[in-house]
Each structure stands twice: as structure tokens, then as C-alpha cells.
């Protein structure tokens, strides 16, 4: 509200709050007036889904998604603007961050480049970036259990052509809070977390790499699975969460319903757009039909396989399946 570029827009969207901010919300409405600032409520569908939906009632043509603990220097829109004007190729403006609460600092992001972006996450999740890249690659993914959504949407953005400047000032103020934060939840599963993502991304990463993904799926653990679950409750027609959950009920020998877990997931490949999983799932029946010893059913799997993802299979199918 006290930024100094005059040209904004704030929407506010209510992800289904437990406590009294929706009618904060409300009030901080009624005092500005006009639509200069919009609130949009919504029953709690999970960060990346309220960051779509606000987004996808955004006006403008450029973006900033902060969330409700963070905060923006009063210049950075000023920043951000003028650096676009200066180069009118940019689609993407990222900045320092400054913590404060209880550890206070400067934080410094990696130089951004294609390759160390799949290594780690470059950016904050608070950026200035166009609205088309949102548009072309379809959003925050919504089905990551522990976060790494903003990972996930820079990956893809990096994939349609990330044109980047950065801002070296503190201009993105970042809340740490000691225990309960969305950081510190994701720390404690880690390993799981940044597997899933790869496994969005499978033309990225090795085909080594995935499969070693899968295995470390594979022990997940029961919260974890539990979120999955309601994640396939609330967006049931694409297939991250059907084709994560399949790996664990094959890892617990529940074969048939791994098997109906992979066979929708494949269903559901086209609605991903820019995050296909891509042979993963056909993958998945392959594990489940070689190890219940369904040879007729694991001939055709394989030969669907070979036939769709013919470079893919040279390098994972190995003789133990065959």
C-alpha cells in the first residue's frame, strides 16, 4: 500500500483463513474504495491454487505475488519498473531479500542460469515477472505436498525463456518466524519434496536421476501421503498426486492399487501442460506388472513404452524386466 510507483493493483485472496484476517481484508477494502484493491475468498485449496487464483484475476500485464507474511520495500515496484523500461526485453525482475523476525540479514539469491536453476531455486517467490509467462505455462503447480511450488513455476518459466534482471538492493522483506513456517515444515522432508519435483520435470534431469526419485517417493512418509490424497480430492483430474501415491502403494507391495494409481495418472498426462510427467507412469505399471509376474501384461506395457519413449527406454529398461 506504500509503494511509490502509483500504478498498482492489489488483490487479496482468502485461502480459506481460520482466523479473523478475511474480515482485515474486508475493511482494508472498505477503507481504500474503488477496485484499486480486490479481495477473492476461497475454501483452503493450498498456497500454489490461491496464488492462481488471484493471478488469473490480476488486470494487469505484470505480476508480484507476496505472501502473507512478507512485505515490500517501498521502492521496489519503482525499481522493478524502471529496470523494465530501461530493457523492454525483460519478462522477469528479482531482487535481494532482508529477513526480519527472528533471524534478521540479507539474503542473496544464486546467479541465475538454465543449469543452476535445476540445482536450486535461483529467485524468491516474490519476483516482478510478466503475466504471459504465467499464462504459458499454466500456473503454480498445486500438488506439491511440502511447497517447492516456486521452484517448480521458475523451472518452467526457465523452459518458455526466462529474461532476467536483478535488482542488488534488499527490496523483498521476508518474515522468519522460529518453528511452524512453511520453510521449516519443508526442511523436515526435504529429500521427498525435491524428488517430486524432478519427477515434473523429466526432460530436464537424467533418466538415472528420476528413477532415483521414484525410490525416494517410495518412502514416503504417512502425513505425506495423507496430502496426496486430499491433493487428488481437490484437483482430480491431473496426475502428479495419482502417480506419487502409486509409488508408495508399490512400494508396500499394494500392487493393485499402485496399478489403478498409474493407469490414471497416465489418463490424466495431457491436462499438465508444461509439467508433463511424461513416461513415469507407463513406468510405474511396467514395475507393478514385473513384479506380480504378469507377463502378458508387462509384454505390452514395454512395448507400448519402447514405441512411445524409444530413447527413454534405452537407457532404463534394463534385462530383469525383459
Given amino acids: 500500500m506504500q509503494q511509490k510507483y502509483p500504478h498498482w493493483e492489489l488483490i487479496i485472496v482468502n485461502d480459506g483463513s481460520t482466523d479473523n484476517s478475511g474480515v482485515q481484508a474486508e475493511q482494508l477494502v472498505r477503507e481504500v474504495g474503488g477496485t484499486r484493491v480486490t479481495i477473492i475468498h476461497q475454501e483452503n485449496r493450498g498456497l500454489a491454487d490461491a496464488r492462481n487464483t488471484g493471478i488469473t484475476a490480476a488486470h494487469g500485464s505484470w505480476i508480484v505475488p507476496l505472501d502473507s507474511d512478507d512485505a515490500l520495500d517501498p521502492t521496489f ?23 526480519f523476525g527472528a533471524r534478521t540479514g540479507i539474503r542473496e539469491y544464486p546467479d541465475y542460469s538454465e543449469a543452476a536453476l535445476l540445482t536450486a531455486n535461483c529467485f524468491p517467490c516474490t519476483c516482478l515477472y510478466a503475466k504471459d509467462l504465467f499464462t504459458q505455462v499454466g500456473g503454480y503447480d498445486p500438488h506439491l505436498p511440502w511447497g517447492l511450488e516456486d521452484w517448480a513455476f521458475w523451472l518452467a518459466c526457465s523452459r518458455e525463456g526466462l529474461r532476467t534482471h536483478k535488482i542488488t538492493a534488499p527490496l523483498f522483506l521476508h518474515r522468519v518466524r522460529d ?24 526432460s530436464l534431469y537424467p533418466h538415472d536421476r528420476i528413477i532415483a526419485c521414484h525410490h525416494y517417493i517410495e518412502q514416503m ?20 498426486a495419482y502417480f506419487w501415491l502409486g509409488l508408495f502403494y508399490l512400494a508396500q507391495h499394494r500392487y493393485e492399487e499402485a496399478l489403478q494409481l498409474f493407469l490414471r495418472a497416465q489418463q490424466y498426462l495431457s491436462t499438465l501442460g508444461w509439467q508433463p510427467l511424461s513416461w513415469q507412469p507407463l513406468w510405474g505399471e511396467i514395475r507393478v506388472h514385473a513384479a506380480t509376474g504378469d507377463q502378458e501384461a508387462l509384454t505390452l506395457a514395454l512395448s507400448s513404452f519402447i514405441a512411445q519413449y524409444p530413447d527413454v527406454a534405452a537407457s532404463v529398461i534394463n534385462e530383469s524386466l525383459l
Avoid at 179 to 202: C, I, Q
Avoid at 223 to 238: A, D, G, Y
Fill in 77 to 99: 515496484l519503482l525499481a522493478a519498473v524502471a529496470a523494465i523500461e530501461h530493457n523492454p526485453s525483460l519478462n522477469h525482475v528479482t531482487c535481494f531479500g532482508k529477513e
Fill in 179 to 202: 518453528s511452524g513456517s512453511m520453510l521449516t515444515t519443508l526442511a523436515l522432508h526435504n529429500v521427498v519434496s525435491e524428488a517430486m519435483l524432478m519427477t515434473l520435470f523429466p
Fill in 221 to 240: 512418509d504417512g502425513e505425506t501421503m495423507i496430502r496426496l490424497q486430499r491433493k487428488i480430492v481437490l484437483f482430480p483430474e491431473r496426475s502428479p
